[in-house]
Each structure stands twice: as C-alpha cells, then as structure tokens.
C-alpha cells in the first residue's frame, strides 16, 4: 500500500479511535461482530455518521470545496475500506456518495454541484436512484416516463419501479422520456427530483425477508424547473451510464464501496468464525472466497486510481459488478452451509445464524439489482471482446413507432 493510502487510513483510525466510545472500539479490535452490528444499527451509529460524515470522511476522494478530503485512489479506498471495518455509514448513504453524487460531479453545473454535493457529503440528503419502470428493467431505455417541456418548465408522468430506500430520501436522480420522435436511446433526459414535490406517490414493496428497501413511485404531474434537469436535454442514457457504472463499482464493494452496499459479513469474519479447526474442505471453500475477495479489492483499487486520474469509468465497472454478485452469494451461503443446522433454524438469541439467514434470502437480487449478470456480460463480450451486438429492431427506429410494434407484439401472443 502507498505510503499517502497508509498515511490516510492511520489518520481516519487515529480519528475514529477519539470519536467514537469505547465500546465501538473494544467491539472492533475484538472482532466482535455482533456488537458492531448493534453499535452501528443504534444511536452511537448515527452519531458516528454524522460525526465522519462533517469531516469529509465518507467522500474522501471528493474535492474538499464539495465536502470530501481531496484524497487520491489508493488514499480514498484504504478510507472506505476502513468505514467498513469499523461500520461507519450504510447503504442509505452509499446511494447519494457512491453514484448519484458521482454523476453530479461529472455531469453538473458549478452551480448544482453547490446545491447538492454538500448535502449528500455531511449526509443531510439522501438520495434514491429512478432508473426502472414496469415495462423496463433489463431493457432500460425502453422507458416510458414522460418528460413534457412547458415553457421554463418540465412535467413529469409516469411510474418508477424497484427503487431502493425512497422512504428515507429526500431526492432522486431521475431519467425520463423526453422526446420520443427519435430512437430510444436519444430521447432521454435526466433530472434531480425532489421527492415531496406535489404529485409525487411513494408506495413500498415487500421482499421474502420481510422488509421493504424497495419502493414504487408514481410521479403525477410532476412540475419541475429546468435547473433541476441535469446534463443536456436528450442526455439522459449518458448520464445514466455515468450513474449505472458508478453503481456498479459501489456494488462491487471490497475496498471501495461505503459499507453497507454490499450485503452481509465479510470474509474476514467467516474466516474468524470458521477457519479454525475447519475440515479439508470447508478450508478449500474459505480459500477461494478469500482469494475472490482480494481480486475484487484490487480490481476496484485499480477502478478508484483511474477515476482519480480522471478517466471515465469503462467496462470495468460491469467486471466488478459481475465479480462481487455471484462472490456475495457465494459467500452469504457459505456462511450458511458453515452454520449447519443453525442456518436454518437457530435458538433465539443467535446473534450469529440469524443475520447470516436474512443476509443469504437478501443477496439472491444482488445479481438482478444494479444491472443482471446475464446484460452486463452481453456488454463485456460486446465492448471488451468486440462480438456482435444482440440483434434490436428498435434501436434504430423512432420510440414511438418501436413502442407500438412492441406493444401488438405482446397483444398477438
């Protein structure tokens, strides 16, 4: 590790050592898995997001004008591979710092990025992600959510789908149909929404664990200003590869990504928990988990110095988000499997068996969210391999004309 990556993580420790109590830090050095869950998830976990959160940590590659510290690649992953350690922040976070502020960054005018990367740094803000609709998931830029120009003005109609934690969040990065006289792909724009505008109706969506992370949102009438529309009208699918590619990275977590956006213990911990007096082959299992484990965080540590560079994130950002789905579920079963009968069905009070239960039912959309393995591998043999495109009659022709073929398509079936 550099000595700037090491220098930068000594003085986040050396940081978090005086800010947080000293049961955070017996539960850190002790391993103690549990209670850092049940630090981070009560009111010293807020404390200490709020706390790391106004001094920069949580973008710590961010420039510090925009509430980061500036950091380089290796500086700002070995910061955030710390927050994970220690279980500073979450995932409601990591949707506004991994990838929509990100996208602002990149795509916003001086006077946006003022207006909405502080909030998201110091954690004021929260953000979702309006990508998905019921009739595009996988095929994204089939989306029929309008963007209707008036005057100064846009209105928005239409309905967004699996979007994760809008209950909490106060924005909503948004990629609507804005012109649908030319193809597909052309016709979108994309906007910052603010999420209690008039019109706007959050509906939650219950998963096999129990909870609701993810919501539908029905957008009425939507009037938004054109400052809020970000990036160029008739930009959206750029902006939205920005934000997709960024996600992906996020999601690929090992070293990179805020904790909390990668579901469940880690390595480290199955390897505490099992790896002692672990029988031939389980110590095989524990192996390859650790050997993917380390890929993946020097794979996105290589991803983090580019970006600090300044180059656009390419198709690696699909090979991290391909690599760390089918490791996180490979991993949550492990942990599972290692578990034996508890795994399954444990005594109350199991702090160990129950999370890993909840973390193994909920990985198994890791390979759906943030883009399935099956497109995101049609792009790597596409942009990395150079193979020939799937074929797609309506990419080429007017939305318009392809949305009605579709649609007698699906009516003659």
Known sequence: MAASSVGAAAEFETWLRAELPAEWISAVDGGDAAALE?????????????????????????????????????????????????????????IGTAWVGPTVLQWGTDEQRRRYLPAIARAEELWCQLFSEPDAGSDLAALRTAARRDGSEWVITGTKLWTSRADISRRGLLIARSDASVPKHAGMTAFCLDLRLPGVTIRPIRQMTGDSEFFEIVLDDVRLGDGDRLGPEGGGWDVCRTALSFERVAGSGVGAAPPGSVVGRDVAQLLGRHGPGADRVARDRLVRMWMEATLIQLGNRRVAAGRQAGRVIGPEGSVTKVLQAEHTKRLQRLFVDLAGPAGVAWPDGDDWAMPNAWAFLRVQAKTIAGGTSEVLRNQLAERVLGLPRDDDPSRNVPFREAATTRREAVASR
Do not use: I, N
Request: glycine content about 16%; hydrophobic content about 45%.
């Open 38 to 94: 049940r630090l981070s998830a009560g009111p010293d976990g807020d404390v200490a997001l709020e706390a790391a959160a106004a001094a920069g940590w949580l973008v710590p590659d961010w420039p510090v004008e925009y509430g980061g510290r500036g950091l380089d690649g290796d500086g700002a992953s070995a910061v955030k591979a710390m927050l994970r350690r220690w279980r500073v922040g979450d995932v409601r976070t990591a």
